[in-house]
């Protein structure tokens, strides 16, 4: 098991694959690998790129590779896709996009499924990330499809958010769910060679305006993803992003946020799994079948397992 | 002990819900409901009107075919799609078929050829002749031909990305032969825009692509009036999964995308519609295929008269090529195959094809023997000769259950090129994955009425029989691949590097200015520059599509 | 959600050999492998020996399945199952799915692939298959 973290720490690539699946998986040689690397993170640039499906993520996210691979920079990206809530599985697309990457060594694209789990993406993507950053990647892009609570999740993940919209995908405006405009650090407006373009990009504006964002006027960088059209100048906007937050010492505040937020997380899951095992031995029979039976409530219960298990612990009665 | 009979119900895991037969549901092989009986009634609620709709064999709007006497007059064209390996070998096939009846000539081409490839590029590694004839430079195609009279025979070739230069390369041959390329009659398919949405064989992107296409039409129409320059094809969309509404919606939408283009060049419609060709499936759902051919003529004619103004009659005209649908094939008891295919040549007939093209028995597992490719041609004659359908144009015209499906088809496409028109037009349509997602869709939603056997394959998923039979595969000649690596050798040792130099670098200018080609690709074949080379030069310039990728 | 002896998804990668354009079946799987409760991750068209085995090595995949309907597998699969043991993919799955005739199976045994789907083959069976001759590797929390 450790054999495979000190490959990892020797730069080995397949360990390091084998190590994303163990983080992945929330197992004791993937939180090995993290403590052990731990010292090497902090250097990357973490990038999360989001928006609706059909936007073009993956596209740009391939010419942002290209881009900062001409200028010597070397690029992970977590491409996550969501599971299906019936059957658990994931097809996972966005690879093929990025495919002419295949023999740069300097490029690593990783594909991961949300899996459903409430905090447990976010813990995958943090934990695959510090292994990413402390492997010497300059960049770590984390491309999601902007649903549900991910795209906050990732926002918390990422020193810099992009946001993507195109238009021609129904009202965009309306699709624009309040508080995601909040997140973002930069606006993208893809295919904008398209002639609707234009009036999305004067409703953005309009929306930003509205919007309160002390310190920073938060740029709309105008793409034509297949063509490699403003790519660069959204490479740039990244880079002016990363040193504002340097300079301005909001980095060095916003990782202190994210860092304590994963120990929160990190605490709640193994809480959560230690809770697990607690209440598979300790609900009694006899309180099975009061339950079944209506006799006592399913509040009642969990209050007075925890009270046990939290005396137990501590060795004091509890309070009240 | 005795052996029970079966019934239909051990077929099937579940027996169509209810027990009143008038109550189950039935459809057809597209999962379009049919109904227990026709009546006129069902044409009166469809909105049928004999005099619009139906009229006469030969009159608009066609549905009961293009010409007054059909097959009395005129037979179908007997046309297999034939190539493997190196061009001696297809030469022969090619000698075979004809001398066994089949009137015009139809080349497969292989992977490598198909994307503009020579055999010794190292991405050609392995597929050599796998699927069809590998025709690197004008060497090939002299080979290929040898012995053809191509002023005799009409010829169809199945190349797409690649077409312009390919088709140079045959028009090159002919004339180094003395026949003028205005006496050359055959078709090419060179439908780039179902590449993008089925078939996969593209090379450069969308709007280069359909510039070439535009080129070769315009071409063909100052010089070849003898040629169809494009079969807009439905058979490979329907390949790919969709049902046979989507598969006549999208060729259709494919056609008017033609069409726009080549007027936007600056042609008269009436000049080169009258050369503009379909192609389509015949899947094993007999009736449902007769409709859709009908339906096809019908809403072809009223778009080339009414939307367009064309004003020949032969511009109304929907010509096409009909080949028997190759997704339906097993390798399972290959013989059904026979039935199979001989079920979905009649319907073809039957729906009033000019051309048709029958698989062979064991083309689920290999490119067709001479044995088996003879059955197939037989396959077509007996229902020629010995059927009596053809005694009569449009035999079940005024069917209720005929007119009825026709006309609900029509409805149906036309509800899928309103869609289309919604999102801009072809072009738009394919960027947004409109096509992909359908057809990746209906793929899928079949495989699932397979795995429940509400879809019944038989050998396949039910009347199983154990073992395969053994029958004969095509084997091709091992030296094949070598002789042919050795004779583009050849060729780029002993073409007059000069000539070959400037024609290459002309076609690259005419390619940055935006001129039709033609005529420099006729000039790079006939100084032996290798199809890999002309691809090469004008992928520097167009560059190369990337596909969107819709699962 | 699934669950037999694993706790997490099989992934997979499913791949398209050699200039084969015909992507009905391979995106057929896709579906099938994701309503079966696997991640799959799909390559595209066009793909060559080196570049499966680095996104199997990358993906850390636990099965690499092939649809090849060219008739070219004779040439392309023992370059890919060497390019996956040359990235280190050991104990990986590999599975071939296509028009491969019943003389050529035993060829793509020898040269390291498990099974192989010819046409007519129950997608449920080939699912199956899948599912149960997966490796579980360490890592299976």
Same mark, same amino acid.
Request: hydrophobic fraction near 40%.
């Given at each position: 098991?450790?054999?495979?973290?000190?490959?990892?720490?020797?730069?080995?690539?397949?360990?390091?694959?084998?190590?994303?699946?163990?983080?992945?998986?929330?197992?004791?040689?993937?939180?090995?690998?993290?403590?052990?690397?731990?010292?090497?993170?902090?250097?990357? !640039?973490?990038?999360?790129?989001?928006?609706?499906?059909?936007?073009?993520?993956?596209?740009?996210?391939?010419?942002?590779?290209?881009?900062?691979?001409?200028?010597?920079?070397?690029? $992970?990206?977590?491409?996550?896709?969501?599971?299906?809530?019936?059957?658990?599985?994931?097809?996972?697309?966005?690879?093929?996009?990025?495919?002419?990457?295949?023999?740069?060594?300097?490029?690593?694209?990783?594909?991961?499924?949300?899996?459903?789990?409430?905090?447990?993406?976010?813990?995958?993507?943090?934990?695959?990330?510090?292994?990413?950053?402390?492997?010497?990647?300059?960049?770590?892009?984390?491309?999601?499809?902007?649903?549900?609570?991910?795209?906050?999740?990732?926002?918390?993940?990422?020193?810099?958010?992009?946001?993507?919209?195109?238009?021609?995908?129904?009202?965009?405006?309306?699709?624009?769910?309040?508080?995601?405009?909040?997140?973002?650090?930069?606006?993208?407006?893809?295919?904008?060679?398209?002639?609707?373009?234009?009036?999305?990009?004067?409703?953005?504006?309009?929306?930003?305006?509205?919007?309160?964002?002390?310190?920073?006027?938060?740029?709309?960088?105008?793409?034509? $993803?297949?063509?490699?059209?403003?790519?660069?100048?959204?490479?740039?906007?990244?880079?002016? !992003?990363?040193?504002?937050?340097?300079?301005?010492?909001?980095? $060095?505040?916003?990782?202190?946020?994210?860092?304590?937020?994963?120990?929160?997380?990190? $605490?709640?899951?193994?809480?959560?799994?230690?809770?697990?095992?607690?209440?598979?031995?300790?609900?009694?029979?006899?309180?099975?079948?009061?339950?079944?039976?209506?006799?006592?409530?399913?509040?009642?219960?969990?209050?007075?397992?925890?009270?046990?298990?939290?005396?137990?612990?501590?060795?004091?009665?509890?309070?009240? | 002990?005795?052996?029970?009979?079966?019934?239909?119900?051990?077929?099937?895991?579940?027996?169509?819900?209810?027990?009143?037969?008038?109550?189950?549901?039935?459809?057809?092989?597209?999962?379009? &409901?049919?109904?227990?009986?026709?009546?006129?009634?069902?044409?009166?609620?469809?909105?049928?009107?004999?005099?619009?709709?139906?009229?006469?064999?030969?009159?608009?709007?066609?549905?009961?075919?293009?010409?007054?006497?059909?097959?009395?007059?005129?037979?179908?064209?007997?046309?297999?799609?034939?190539?493997?390996?190196?061009?001696?070998?297809?030469?022969?096939?090619?000698?075979?078929?004809?001398?066994?009846?089949?009137?015009?000539?139809?080349?497969?081409?292989?992977?490598?050829? +198909?994307?503009?490839?020579?055999?010794?590029?190292?991405?050609?590694?392995?597929?050599?002749?796998?699927?069809?004839?590998?025709?690197?430079?004008?060497?090939?195609?002299?080979?290929?031909?040898?012995?053809?009279?191509?002023?005799?025979?009409?010829?169809?070739?199945?190349?797409?990305?690649?077409?312009?230069?390919?088709?140079?390369?045959?028009?090159?041959? @002919?004339?180094?032969?003395?026949?003028?390329?205005?006496?050359?009659?055959?078709?090419?398919?060179?439908?780039?825009?179902?590449?993008?949405?089925?078939?996969?064989?593209?090379?450069?992107?969308?709007?280069?692509?359909?510039?070439?296409?535009?080129?070769?039409?315009?071409?063909?129409?100052?010089?070849? &009036?003898?040629?169809?320059?494009?079969? /807009?094809?439905?058979?490979?969309?329907?390949?790919?999964? @969709?049902?046979?509404?989507?598969? +006549?919606?999208?060729?259709?939408?494919?056609?008017?995308?033609?069409?726009?283009?080549?007027?936007?060049?600056?042609?008269?419609?009436?000049?080169?519609?009258?050369?503009?060709?379909?192609?389509?499936?015949?899947?094993?759902?007999?009736?449902?295929?007769?409709?859709?051919?009908?339906?096809?003529?019908?809403?072809?004619?009223?778009?080339?008269?009414?939307?367009?103004?064309?004003?020949?009659?032969?511009?109304?005209?929907?010509?096409?090529?009909?080949?028997?649908?190759?997704?339906?094939?097993?390798?399972?008891?290959?013989?059904?195959?026979?039935?199979?295919?001989?079920?979905?040549?009649?319907?073809?007939? +039957?729906?009033?094809?000019?051309?048709?093209?029958?698989?062979?028995?064991?083309?689920?597992?290999?490119?067709?023997?001479?044995?088996?490719?003879?059955?197939?041609?037989?396959?077509?004659?007996?229902?020629?000769?010995?059927?009596?359908?053809?005694?009569?144009?449009?035999?079940?015209?005024?069917?209720?259950?005929?007119?009825?499906?026709?006309?609900?088809?029509?409805?149906?496409?036309?509800?899928?090129?309103?869609?289309?028109?919604?999102?801009?037009? /072809?072009?738009?349509?394919?960027?947004?994955?409109?096509?992909?997602?359908?057809?990746?869709?209906?793929?899928?939603?079949?495989?699932?009425?397979?795995?429940?056997?509400?879809?019944?394959?038989?050998?396949?998923?039910?009347?199983?029989?154990?073992?395969?039979?053994?029958? &004969?595969?095509?084997?091709?000649?091992?030296?094949?691949?070598?002789?042919?690596?050795?004779?583009?050798?050849?060729?780029?040792?002993?073409?007059?590097?000069? /000539?070959?130099?400037?024609?290459?670098?002309?076609?690259?200018?005419?390619?940055?200015?935006?001129?039709?080609?033609? &005529?420099?690709?006729?000039?790079?074949?006939?100084?032996?520059?290798?199809?890999?080379?002309?691809?090469?030069?004008?992928?520097?310039?167009?560059?190369?599509?990337?596909?969107?990728?819709?699962? | 959600?699934?669950?037999?002896?694993?706790?997490?998804?099989?992934?997979?990668?499913?791949?398209?050999?050699?200039?084969?354009?015909?992507?009905?079946?391979?995106?057929?799987?896709?579906?099938?492998?994701?309503?079966?409760?696997?991640?799959?991750?799909?390559?595209?068209?066009?793909?060559?020996?080196?570049?499966?085995?680095?996104?199997?090595?990358?993906?850390?995949?636990?099965?690499?399945?092939?649809?090849? %309907?060219?008739?070219?597998?004779?040439?392309?699969?023992?370059?890919?199952?060497?390019? %996956?043991?040359?990235?280190?993919?050991?104990?990986?799955?590999?599975?071939?799915?296509?028009?491969?005739?019943?003389?050529?199976?035993?060829?793509?045994?020898?040269?390291?692939?498990?099974?192989?789907?010819?046409?007519?083959?129950? %997608?449920?069976?080939?699912?199956?298959?899948?599912?149960?001759?997966?490796?579980?590797?360490?890592?299976?929390?």
């Amino acid at each position: 098991m450790t054999e495979l973290v000190v490959r990892f720490l020797a730069g080995d690539r397949r360990a390091l694959s084998r190590l994303l699946s163990h983080v992945e998986n929330r197992t004791e040689t993937g939180s090995i690998a993290v403590r052990e690397s731990f010292t090497r993170t902090g250097r990357a !640039h973490i990038v999360g790129v989001t928006g609706p499906p059909g936007a073009g993520k993956s596209t740009i996210t391939n010419a942002l590779i290209r881009h900062f691979r001409d200028g010597g920079r070397t690029v $992970a990206v977590l491409a996550v896709d969501p599971s299906s809530a019936i059957t658990g599985g994931a097809a996972l697309g966005d690879r093929i996009r990025m495919m002419e990457n295949y023999d740069d060594p300097g490029v690593f694209i990783r594909s991961m499924a949300t899996r459903g789990q409430m905090g447990g993406l976010a813990l995958a993507v943090t934990g695959a990330t510090h292994l990413l950053d402390a492997f010497g990647f300059d960049l770590v892009l984390i491309e999601t499809v902007g649903v549900g609570q991910d795209e906050v999740d990732i926002a918390e993940a990422a020193d810099t958010t992009i946001l993507l919209q195109v238009p021609g995908l129904g009202d965009s405006i309306q699709t624009i769910k309040a508080g995601v405009l909040e997140i973002a650090d930069i606006l993208v407006v893809n295919k904008s060679d398209r002639p609707d373009a234009r009036q999305l990009v004067r409703d953005l504006r309009n929306m930003l305006l509205i919007g309160d964002r002390p310190g920073r006027e938060i740029p709309i960088v105008e793409t034509v $993803a297949t063509e490699a059209g403003g790519i660069a100048r959204l490479a740039a906007e990244i880079d002016r !992003h990363h040193a504002f937050l340097v300079e301005t010492l909001r980095r $060095a505040e916003r990782v202190e946020r994210r860092l304590l937020r994963e120990v929160a997380l990190l $605490a709640r899951e193994r809480f959560e799994r230690w809770l697990a095992v607690q209440l598979e031995s300790s609900i009694t029979i006899e309180e099975r079948r009061a339950l079944v039976n209506r006799l006592v409530d399913p509040g009642t219960v969990a209050g007075d397992l925890v009270d046990q298990m939290l005396e137990r612990r501590s060795g004091d009665p509890l309070p009240g | 002990m005795d052996v029970m009979p079966h019934d239909d119900r051990s077929h099937r895991d579940r027996y169509r819900g209810a027990p009143d037969p008038e109550q189950r549901e039935f459809t057809t092989t597209s999962g379009e &409901p049919v109904r227990a009986r026709y009546t006129a009634d069902d044409l009166t609620s469809a909105g049928f009107d004999a005099d619009r709709d139906l009229s006469v064999p030969g009159e608009f709007p066609f549905t009961r075919g293009i010409h007054p006497t059909m097959y009395r007059g005129r037979l179908w064209t007997m046309r297999m799609f034939a190539g493997f390996g190196s061009a001696e070998e297809t030469n022969r096939r090619f000698r075979f078929l004809l001398e066994h009846g089949e009137t015009g000539l139809s080349i497969a081409f292989d992977l490598p050829t +198909l994307y503009g490839r020579d055999t010794d590029d190292p991405l050609s590694a392995g597929e050599f002749g796998k699927c069809g004839v590998a025709v690197s430079s004008l060497a090939d195609m002299e080979l290929l031909l040898d012995g053809i009279p191509l002023d005799h025979v009409t010829t169809s070739m199945t190349i797409n990305g690649p077409a312009a230069a390919i088709w140079a390369m045959y028009i090159a041959t @002919a004339e180094k032969r003395g026949i003028p390329r205005a006496a050359l009659g055959g078709t090419l398919q060179n439908d780039i825009l179902k590449e993008f949405t089925a078939q996969n064989e593209y090379i450069y992107p969308p709007a280069a692509s359909m510039k070439l296409v535009t080129d070769t039409v315009e071409f063909a129409t100052r010089e070849m &009036p003898r040629w169809n320059s494009v079969s /807009v094809s439905g058979y490979h969309i329907r390949e790919a999964g @969709a049902t046979a509404t989507e598969e +006549l919606a999208f060729t259709l939408a494919d056609g008017t995308a033609y069409v726009d283009a080549a007027l936007e060049r600056g042609l008269d419609i009436d000049e080169f519609a009258p050369r503009i060709s379909f192609f389509f499936n015949c899947h094993n759902d007999f009736f449902e295929e007769i409709a859709k051919f009908r339906a096809a003529r019908r809403i072809w004619a009223h778009l080339m008269r009414d939307r367009y103004g064309a004003k020949n009659p032969r511009s109304w005209w929907m010509r096409f090529h009909t080949q028997t649908a190759g997704c339906s094939l097993t390798a399972q008891e290959p013989e059904n195959n026979i039935v199979r295919t001989t079920i979905q040549a009649l319907a073809g007939v +039957l729906g009033g094809t000019q051309s048709l093209h029958t698989n062979s028995l064991d083309e689920a597992l290999a490119l067709p023997s001479d044995w088996a490719v003879r059955i197939a041609l037989r396959t077509q004659q007996i229902i020629a000769y010995e059927s009596g359908v053809t005694n009569s144009a449009d035999p079940l015209g005024g069917s209720y259950l005929v007119e009825s499906m026709t006309t609900e088809m029509e409805q149906r496409v036309r509800r899928i090129l309103d869609e289309i028109d919604e999102i801009g037009g /072809v072009l738009p349509a394919i960027d947004a994955g409109y096509f992909q997602r359908r057809i990746a869709d209906s793929s899928y939603r079949y495989e699932q009425a397979v795995a429940a056997r509400d879809k019944i394959v038989v050998g396949v998923n039910a009347l199983r029989s154990d073992g395969m039979a053994g029958i &004969p595969i095509l084997q091709m000649d091992p030296e094949g691949e070598e002789r042919q690596r050795e004779r583009i050798a050849q060729v780029r040792r002993e073409r007059d590097q000069t /000539v070959w130099r400037s024609s290459l670098a002309a076609l690259k200018e005419a390619a940055r200015r935006d001129q039709n080609l033609m &005529p420099y690709l006729l000039r790079a074949v006939k100084a032996y520059a290798t199809l890999g080379e002309i691809t090469e030069c004008l992928k520097a310039v167009y560059g190369e599509h990337r596909p969107l990728a819709i699962v | 959600m699934v669950t037999t002896a694993r706790t997490r998804p099989i992934r997979v990668l499913v791949a398209k050999p050699g200039l084969d354009g015909h992507d009905r079946g391979a995106k057929v799987m896709v579906r099938a492998l994701r309503d079966a409760g696997m991640e799959v991750i799909y390559t595209g068209l066009f793909q060559t020996p080196p570049m499966i085995a680095h996104a199997a090595a990358d993906e850390d995949v636990d099965v690499v399945g092939l649809s090849i %309907l060219s008739g070219a597998h004779n040439a392309l699969v023992p370059q890919i199952v060497n390019a %996956l043991r040359d990235a280190g993919m050991d104990d990986v799955l590999v599975v071939v799915g296509g028009t491969i005739p019943d003389a050529d199976v035993p060829r793509l045994r020898e040269a390291g692939v498990a099974a192989v789907f010819g046409p007519g083959t129950p %997608l449920k069976d080939a699912v199956e298959y899948i599912r149960e001759h997966a490796p579980v590797r360490e890592g299976a929390a």
